[in-house]
């Protein structure tokens, strides 16, 4: 099929929810894809984060293959060894409590919230607050979205859920003021990847452990873009001055796969309890051998010692283009902000050079590559945007 007979099909049948690049992928390994033209690509975006390993990385193709003709599904009535396996690598990884499996990154902060309102009402809190951080992004559903205070403003989808309220990303004071004695959580990513890789600084970091343990309120990470080796190490707070009580994680930890995780400390691994909450596909068979395959790949002392180094040297290639004016954020999660000129421009132009990455807002270019992938492609990629930039 032509892209443009796609196109045409596309735009009759499918909700017009995306604005999508005018190109359709059909086969992917490693760090590139191929389109239904045999046009090769180096892709530095990964599916948003999701393709950490590198596209069909023979361990999950392997893994899902082998599961998939043996059992795909039960249902969460009933006991798979997959599910459980998961969620003890991520406790034992990480928060060491419990984990709440599930299909998606949203579901992931519907868990967290609901965990997080059932802790404050149980300290007596008949109105739970969760404040969270200007610029961020927890998702697409309603408790998701009503955390997220730049798109909770669209009067199409109001009302929003009650609960939330937002101070400023880099501003300390303002975060202590507002955490007080109706605050059930403050909740923040590490760094904001979907509003342009902004590295939340230290001190606030310090700030919201402070404010959530002189109120008694929980500290929730979302997670879920920073998580799995993409910063570097394999949770991004690992780098930070504290760590939370709740964490949420998913694009890459299902390998490719839709898989979400809520996990918790000690301390509030029993807050949610049996009909609390739930999920149908969760945890299945399929999707948490992938993830453990892609936990194999990724939780490697060596592969997140090359994360940093690339993360470097993708950073010092950056900077020295001169229609860059700033390169920010850790790891293989960096956001070059132009001088001037137009982030989506550039980018079309860099997909048509063979180089995947993704403009956010008016001056923002986005690169999220695969955690696999060496120095060569990391020049080859520099190499495309020197010959789009300048
Ligand atoms: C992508 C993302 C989400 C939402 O994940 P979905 O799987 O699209 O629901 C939430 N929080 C952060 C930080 C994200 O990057």
């Given at each position: 099929m032509k892209l443009a007979e796609l196109q045409e099909l596309e735009s009759r049948w499918v909700m017009r929810t995306y604005a999508r690049a005018p190109v359709e992928f059909v086969r992917g390994e490693g760090a590139r894809l191929w389109d239904s033209e045999g046009k090769q690509y180096l892709d530095f975006l990964a599916g948003i984060s999701v393709c950490s390993v590198g596209h069909c990385h023979p361990a999950v193709v392997e893994a899902v293959r082998e599961q998939v003709g043996t059992l795909t599904h039960t249902s969460n009535l009933y006991l798979t060894q997959g599910g459980v396996q998961l969620a003890q690598r991520l406790s034992e990884s990480s928060l060491g409590g419990r984990a709440f499996l599930c299909n998606s990154g949203t579901e992931a902060n519907e868990c967290a919230i609901k965990l997080i309102r059932k802790h404050a009402h149980e300290r007596g809190i008949d109105e739970p607050e969760i404040v969270a951080l200007e610029g961020a992004f927890h998702g697409r559903t309603m408790g998701s979205l009503s955390a997220t205070p730049g798109l909770a403003t669209?009067?199409?989808?109001?009302p929003y859920l009650p609960g939330f309220r937002s101070v400023p990303r880099d501003d300390p004071d303002a975060l202590h003021a507002a955490v007080g004695g109706s605050t059930a959580a403050v909740m923040l990513e590490p760094i904001q990847g979907e509003t342009g890789v902004n590295v939340v600084p230290d001190e606030m970091i310090v700030a919201a452990r402070e404010a959530s343990e002189v109120s008694g309120a929980l500290l929730l990470f979302d997670e879920i873009q920073t998580g799995m080796g993409r910063t570097g190490s394999l949770w991004a707070y690992e780098q930070l001055p504290a760590r939370p009580d709740v964490m949420t994680t998913a694009k890459a930890l299902g390998g490719g796969l839709p898989v979400g995780a809520c996990v918790t400390s000690e301390a509030t691994?029993?807050?949610?309890?049996?009909?609390?909450h739930g999920s149908t596909f969760a945890g299945g068979p399929l999707v948490a051998t992938a993830s453990l395959a892609a936990f194999e790949v990724i939780d490697d002392a060596e592969l997140l010692r090359n994360v940093r180094g690339l993360g470097g040297r993708l950073c010092e290639g950056l900077e020295s283009i001169s229609a860059i004016a700033e390169v920010r954020g850790r790891g293989l999660m960096v956001g070059a902000r132009l001088a001037g000129g137009d982030a989506k421009e550039a980018a079309s132009r860099a997909l048509a050079e063979g180089l995947i990455m993704n403009p956010i807002g008016a001056d923002v270019l986005r690169f999220l590559p695969p955690l696999v992938i060496g120095e060569n492609e990391v020049d080859e990629a520099l190499e495309i945007l020197r010959l789009v930039l300048d």
């Open positions: 669209n009067a199409n989808f109001s691994m029993g807050v949610l309890e049996p009909g609390d």
